[in-house]
């Protein structure tokens, strides 16, 4: 019989790859809208991006815990980035769920505000890119 070896479970990588998932899905759904304009799809992104920011938390939160244990607090580059674009990610992503709870409507108002909401949508895709590219310099 085979000894049983220790199973470490480690939480940051599971949140991580959860909340890394819903914006990518966000983005494509608010794709979807502005092609079809299907209000289902909108309504979907802002979902998404709700079940996304109360991950972040979480995430941020399990990644500090490796950081200090894991790694020993080591200040370096990748560390350094993860720290202050995860804030970053949380701010954009708060800003972007208020901001679509407050004005409902922002995807049905022509100007300037849908673009800006469309662009900041899209910009969380991209920092969950940059965060999980840098995590993976660890695996």
Same mark, same amino acid.
């Given at each position: 019989?085979?000894? /049983?070896?220790?199973?470490?479970?480690?939480?940051?990588?599971? !949140?991580?790859?959860?909340?890394?998932? @819903?914006?990518?899905? !966000?983005? !494509?759904l608010i794709t979807l809208y502005l092609i079809t304009d299907?209000?289902?799809?909108?309504?979907?992104?802002?979902?998404?991006?709700?079940?996304? *920011?109360?991950?972040?938390?979480?995430?941020?939160?399990?990644?500090?815990?490796?950081?200090?244990?894991?790694?020993?607090?080591?200040?370096?580059?990748?560390?350094?980035?993860?720290?202050?674009f995860g804030i970053i990610f949380f701010i954009l992503a %708060? &800003?972007? $769920?208020?901001?679509? %709870?407050?004005?409902?409507?922002?995807?049905?108002?022509?100007? @300037?505000?849908?673009? /800006?909401? $469309?662009? *900041? $949508?899209?910009? *969380?895709?991209? @920092?969950?890119?940059? /965060?999980?590219? /840098?995590?993976?310099?660890? &695996?």
């Amino acid at each position: 019989m085979l000894p /049983l070896k220790k199973q470490v479970v480690h939480i940051h990588h599971i !949140a991580t790859h959860f909340t890394n998932a @819903l914006f990518p899905v !966000a983005a !494509a759904l608010i794709t979807l809208y502005l092609i079809t304009d299907n209000p289902s799809f909108e309504t979907a992104c802002f979902y998404s991006m709700v079940f996304g *920011l109360m991950a972040i938390p979480p995430t941020y939160g399990s990644g500090f815990y490796d950081w200090r244990t894991r790694f020993q607090g080591r200040r370096t580059f990748i560390f350094n980035h993860k720290i202050v674009f995860g804030i970053i990610f949380f701010i954009l992503a %708060f &800003i972007c $769920v208020a901001w679509r %709870f407050i004005d409902g409507g922002i995807m049905y108002s022509p100007g @300037l505000n849908k673009w /800006l909401y $469309v662009s *900041l $949508v899209y910009s *969380l895709t991209a @920092l969950a890119t940059y /965060l999980g590219y /840098l995590g993976g310099k660890f &695996i």
